[in-house]
């Protein structure tokens, strides 16, 4: 069966820093994968998706960038965080071939000081 | 471009009581559409889906939908509310299959369960 791994699970980073996170998928091959950041009251906001390794779209102008070194690795970085990168990120995947849904990581908790 | 409208960010009701929390969808092609739940500090996980067959979906946990298309609604219903239900509930819509048809979620319902 296909699981989702994202790590850290919690993270407390100070202004102008660098950030890290990563996602990785088993079970599959090819998968399309998203990352997500969920500020409260404000539901989800997509910030990057990847159909196919080193392809990357960006949904929203920000501090942050994406990048998939390998097949079922996607990882979210930033050069310099700002206090507003603060929020709840998720990490997803979805079926190469038609697929609906999508399936989510447990989410990291990043808090810029 | 699609959107999806949660109406109620907060809702509480007795446990037994029913559960309804509100869905309406906007999309320009016949959407497919999903409720999610969210326990705290922890990802979504899918509670049910429609995708274009029966209006009246099943899921997870006793919940179920019905895709109503001249309402643009698809609003979670379960019968008899219980504690663990107490979570936070996401409806999303997509308008395809396929990488570049990514979910749009709505702002979520807070789910309270009262004794």
């Known amino acids: 069966s296909q699981t989702i791994h994202q790590w850290p699970a919690t993270l407390v980073q100070p202004v102008g820093s660098p950030l890290s996170l990563e996602c990785t998928v088993e079970?599959?091959?090819?998968?399309?994968l998203y990352w997500y950041r969920q500020a409260a009251g404000r539901g989800l906001q997509l910030l990057f998706y990847?159909?196919?390794?080193?392809?990357i779209s960006s949904e929203v102008p920000q501090n942050l960038s994406a990048s998939r070194p390998q097949d079922r690795q996607f990882i979210l970085s930033s050069k310099k965080l700002l206090l507003s990168d603060s929020g709840f990120y998720l990490c997803?995947?979805?079926?190469?071939?038609?697929?609906?849904?999508?399936?989510f990581g447990q989410g990291t908790r990043l808090t810029v000081v | 471009a699609q959107s999806v409208t949660q109406l109620g960010s907060h809702v509480s009701v007795s446990e037994g009581a029913l559960v309804l929390l509100r869905c309406n969808y906007s999309?320009?092609?016949?959407?497919?559409l999903f409720w999610y739940v969210q326990y705290p500090n922890q990802g979504l996980q899918l509670l049910l889906k429609?995708?274009?067959?029966?209006?009246l979906v099943k899921g997870i946990n006793g919940f179920e939908a019905e895709f109503k298309k001249s309402e643009t609604s698809f609003h979670l219903t379960k019968p008899s509310a219980h504690m663990s239900d107490a979570a936070e509930y996401f409806c999303?819509?997509?308008?395809?299959?396929?990488?570049?048809?990514?979910?749009?979620f709505g702002t979520g319902t807070q789910l309270k369960v009262e004794l």
């Open positions: 997803a995947w979805k079926p190469p071939l038609w697929a609906t849904e999508a399936f």
């Open positions: 079970g599959t091959s090819n998968p399309n």
């Open positions: 990847s159909v196919g390794i080193g392809q």
């Open positions: 999309s320009s092609v016949p959407p497919y």
């Open positions: 429609y995708t274009s067959a029966a209006t």
């Open positions: 999303a819509v997509s308008e395809g299959t396929g990488g570049g048809n990514k979910l749009t």
